[in-house]
């Protein structure tokens, strides 16, 4: 297929979504159809791109001397659109029976479909102008979803949300203009595209390269540069699901990946200070985030604590600048991605059901909906790390990478992942143990009146499930392909 077709695949979804605002849908299954169709198509299309698709860049414009807007879909970035492709159909299908008694349905649609749009752009942009301009357009288009509810706690977390991702860019932004005011086009290349220390001074190449870390690290919930995320979880559930699972939170570790062995090089940062402090920047913040989940007893903020552990997994193998920890944050993004999104759909489907938002009201609802907690089970044991589940696979493959990479501070962020996942048994198992083994003195009279969430719900949760056990037990293919990226192939 030819690259023409990236542009269709970013301007489907984006231009789709600003139509539906003047567009006359006069019913809210009108609306379904049509934000349906359209995310279904895109998926169908980013697919053929995926396994079809030619490699040739497809430059768009040029703004200025050096900044060339263009897209070009590279192995890197189809891994990246493969999960976007795969994991937005299944949050629209959910969405439909969640948001069917929201308010400004129709506002909460356009925007859920731009955002599908400018996400894919993060995952195709050829190069780090490119991926900025779409990763501050990522910001405008999911933070009307944040603020959707436009009580105080959504203007609050919006706020916050607004204020960490601007300085975050103002970060970026400054690491991207280093590069390119020394001569360098930014076009992503494997290795990096700095041939030599500019200035021959190898300490402002490595500060700027630490302010490019933080500034995309806010998106991936670095500490502490991660309070957004656990207040950004007032929003509705089909967005905390994309929003910690997928869109924004996987783009940020992505545009990391991006920076540090796309445009700086790992062959420049290795041996530097710059190195072990990123990596203890994200040991730290794996153990801040599972600690503070334990702690944690409103639900999706548990959740969302949980998120900022397991983005910090990723930036672990990230930050060990060896083939083998590349490869590891990848297989851990894409997993991650699949069983935090389903943990996400069953904490909805309760909230949906029940109103019940804290983890001490969950006593015997795993008696009263068999199917969402059979599928948050799954989802428990997977991101634990139990095999055969996905989870597994990756952190298996994160604590390899560690082992092979000769580094002491990988050595004790291996034992710091370890603590890590028990701490995770210790914050999902607890959820658990409320809804199938409650306390005697529980409320059993108000269980009564508790259902099953509908199909639009369960069905998207038990792909989930399959998908996490299939991952699972035939993770070679991903495997394979996840070390092809990471050996530059």
Not at 173 to 187: H, K, P, T
Not at 366 to 371: A, D, E, L, Q
Request: charged share 10%.
């Amino acid at each position: 297929m030819n690259s023409s077709f990236l542009l269709v695949a970013v301007l489907l979804p984006f231009l789709a979504g600003i139509i539906l605002f003047p567009l006359k849908l006069n019913t809210y299954k009108a609306v379904c159809v049509y934000t349906g169709a359209v995310t279904l198509s895109t998926s169908l299309l980013v697919w053929a791109l995926i396994l079809f698709g030619d490699r040739t860049a497809f430059p768009l414009f040029r703004f200025a001397n050096g900044l060339l807007f263009t897209l070009n879909f590279d192995s890197l970035g189809r891994f990246f659109a493969g999960i976007i492709a795969t994991l937005w159909p299944l949050t629209v299908l959910y969405a439909f029976d969640y948001m069917k008694k929201e308010p400004r349905q129709k506002t909460f649609f356009a925007f859920f479909t731009m955002a599908y749009g400018v996400t894919l752009g993060i995952s195709m942009a050829g190069n780090l102008f490119s991926m900025y301009c779409f990763y501050e357009l990522l910001t405008l288009t999911t933070a009307p979803l944040v603020i959707h509810h436009l009580d105080r706690r959504s203007v609050r977390a919006t706020r916050t949300y607004f204020v960490f991702s601007l300085g975050g860019a103002a970060f970026g932004f400054a690491s991207m203009i280093f590069l390119i005011a020394n001569g360098v086009d930014g076009n992503f290349t494997f290795g990096g595209i700095l041939t030599a220390y500019p200035y021959g001074k190898p300490v402002v190449t490595e500060i700027f390269y630490f302010l490019g870390f933080l500034g995309f690290g806010v998106k991936a919930a670095i500490f502490p540069l991660h309070h957004w995320l656990p207040k950004a979880s007032v929003a509705p559930t089909p967005v905390t699901a994309l929003l910690h699972a997928v869109a924004v939170v996987k783009s940020g570790v992505f545009a990391v990946m991006r920076l540090t062995y796309y445009s700086y090089g790992p062959e420049l940062l290795r041996g530097t200070w710059v190195k072990p402090t990123v990596m203890i920047i994200a040991v730290f913040t794996l153990f801040y985030g599972a600690a503070r989940a334990v702690k944690e007893p409103h639900w999706k903020r548990r959740l969302a604590y949980s998120t900022v552990a397991n983005l910090s997994y990723i930036l672990f193998g990230v930050t060990m600048m060896t083939s083998e920890g590349l490869s590891a944050g990848l297989l851990h993004m894409a997993f991650h991605a699949e069983i935090k999104i389903l943990a996400f759909f069953c904490a909805g489907a309760v909230l949906q059901y029940t109103g019940r938002e804290y983890v001490y009201e969950l006593d015997g609802l795993g008696r009263r909906m068999k199917i969402t907690f059979a599928c948050f089970l799954i989802a428990a044991l997977a991101l634990v790390g139990i095999p055969p589940f996905s989870g597994f696979v990756s952190k298996w493959s994160l604590l390899s990478a560690a082992a092979q990479s000769g580094d002491l501070l990988a050595y004790i962020g291996a034992g710091v992942l370890l603590i890590a996942a028990l701490l995770t048994a210790i914050y999902m198992f607890t959820s658990l143990r409320r809804a199938y083994f409650p306390d005697q003195n529980s409320d059993f009279a108000s269980l009564e009146s508790v259902r099953e969430a509908s199909p639009m719900m369960t069905v998207p949760m038990m792909i989930l499930a399959l998908g996490i056990l299939l991952t699972g037990v035939f993770a070679s293919p991903i495997a394979a392909a996840a070390n092809a990226i990471a050996a530059g192939m």
